[in-house]
């Protein structure tokens, strides 16, 4: 009787750290989204831009300053505080290639969220079904 | 059942060391994710055809010489790769004191009992 409350009880917790990892999975895909979101507008952005063309620059919310662009170049990180100055379509390039890399770690998050769907699925029955059999014990004892 | 207070001395000891352990590997996991950017920062600052590059100083973009940045890059990459080699070191150490103290708490547990 008391192997199996162990059991039960380590089981338990099984399905609690599986819950955390899955809703860890669960924010970061949806981290990634956002990321890729706000990349995918910056493509768009760069796209619609050319030089020597006047644009509004947003200050603030609804607050815009016109603006010219001098040539066809950004600025991209490469580290947190280092930005290198590339053309346009290199840009894009850099953009296109993390959008395709935070797709990747998208789709690997996605398996492994369903694995653990899964195996929560499977634990959650497993423990169900030990309890009942746990009750059906103390009653005929009782 | 109460353990008796050498053993119950020697698990704490087990917990601080794990605790430290802990702390190694996740100092480990962020000068290693330091030096992966740096690296990859390098790796860019060679693709770039420009001269200069910018950095940002609190909130203000400043032009740097490319070669400055690079030596700069490169000295960083040096120190953070002495930085992985002593914490390695470090974790080594710990995880054979960790071992050792783990082998002498099984031996003492069954005289105990």
New interface residues.
């Given amino acids: 009787m008391e192997n199996m409350a162990e059991d039960l009880r380590q089981k338990a917790m099984a399905l609690e750290i599986y819950n955390q990892q899955l809703q860890m999975i669960q924010s970061e895909i949806t981290s990634i989204r956002a990321l890729k979101s706000e990349i995918m507008n910056s493509i768009k952005t760069i796209e619609n831009i050319k030089a020597d063309e006047e644009t509004l620059i947003p200050v603030g919310p609804g607050v815009f300053l016109k603006a010219k662009i001098v040539d066809d170049k950004a ?1 991209i990180g ?9 053309s346009f379509n290199e840009v894009i390039e850099d953009l296109k290639k993390s959008v395709e890399d935070l797709d990747k770690a998208e789709k690997e998050g996605m398996k492994k969220a369903e694995e653990l769907a899964k195996a929560i699925t499977a634990l959650r029955k497993e423990l169900q079904t030990e309890i009942q059999k746990a009750q059906q014990a103390q009653d005929k004892k009782q | 059942m109460e353990l008796p207070p050498q053993i119950q001395a020697q698990l704490m000891q087990l917990q601080q060391l794990q605790q430290q352990l802990q702390m190694i590997l996740m100092q480990k996991q962020s000068v290693e994710t330091e030096l992966k950017e740096c690296k990859k920062a390098l790796e860019e600052l060679e693709k770039s055809s420009s001269d200069e590059v910018y950095k940002l100083v609190g909130g203000l973009f400043v032009k740097r010489k490319k070669e400055d940045v690079k030596k700069e890059l490169e000295e960083k990459v040096e120190t953070l790769e002495l930085r992985v080699k002593t914490l390695e070191k470090q974790e080594e150490k710990l995880q054979s004191r960790l071992k050792e103290l783990q082998e002498k708490i099984q031996k003492m547990i069954p005289t105990a009992q």
């Fill in positions: 600025l490469v580290k947190s505080d280092i930005y290198v100055e590339k």
